[in-house]
T-cell receptor, first 114, second 112 residues
């Protein structure tokens, strides 16, 4: 499978716990994005990497959220001290082309915070 | 005013008809516009993008852009039941760097 891979696909956690999601982009893609989507809404931008550098971060991303992309390959998104409002689908996307919007999305990691 | 607005639908069209999906955006300086399709329970997939005023055709899909009216649309000709999905309009806003702002999507139902 040469698409964007995300793990785990589902995560149920209790409020206050930490969770980490992993994204493996398409191998030749140097750009990687994290978006969040809730029911009935479009995806909402969280952060963007070009290679290993985190170049953009949404103001919506509180300090409980941190993302990394060591060595410019896979990326992780960690949420500390989860809250019920963090419940959402976390989507990773990658791209290679020069245009910001030509994204290939993974299947997402669904987070449920109890 | 929302940055990207779409009618949530559902928009119902009979099989074989033309489906017309509309989107307006608030940032007049936006330069690039995208349509994504999202099946229920799946992630979005890119259908088309358009950067210049006018029409852009790709198979049964036509994207139309009118920057003066801040309006972008997607036409689907010969609609098929497999086209039933939510269609998301996305805009790369002025100074938006590499982020996209998505609308809430329009649900399309193609009926037999």
């Amino acid at each position: 499978d040469t698409g964007v891979s995300q793990n785990p696909r589902h995560k149920i956690t209790k409020r206050g716990q930490n969770v980490t999601f992993r994204c493996d982009p398409i191998s030749e893609h140097n750009r990687l994005y994290w978006y969040r989507q809730t029911l009935g809404q479009g995806p909402e931008f969280l952060t963007y990497f070009q290679n290993e550098a985190q170049l953009e971060k949404s103001r919506l991303l509180s300090d409980r959220f941190s993302a990394e992309r060591p060595k410019g390959s896979f990326s992780t998104l960690e949420i500390q001290r989860t809250e019920q409002g963090d419940s959402a689908m976390y989507l990773c996307a990658s791209s290679l082309g020069p245009h910001a919007g030509e994204l290939f999305f993974g299947e997402g990691s669904r987070l449920t915070v109890l | 005013q929302k940055e990207v607005e779409q009618n949530s639908g559902p928009l119902s069209v009979p099989e074989g008809a033309i489906a017309s999906l509309n989107c307006t955006y608030s940032d007049r300086g936006s330069q690039s516009f995208f349509w994504y399709r999202q099946y229920s329970g799946k992630s979005p997939e890119l259908i088309m993008f358009i950067y210049s005023n006018g029409d852009k055709e790709d198979g049964r899909f036509t994207a139309q852009l009118n920057k003066a009216s801040q309006y972008v649309s997607l036409l689907i000709r010969d609609s098929q039941p497999s086209d039933s999905a939510t269609y998301l309009c996305a805009v790369n806003p002025t100074g938006g760097g590499n982020k996209l702002t998505f609308g809430t999507g329009t649900q399309l139902k193609v009926e037999l």
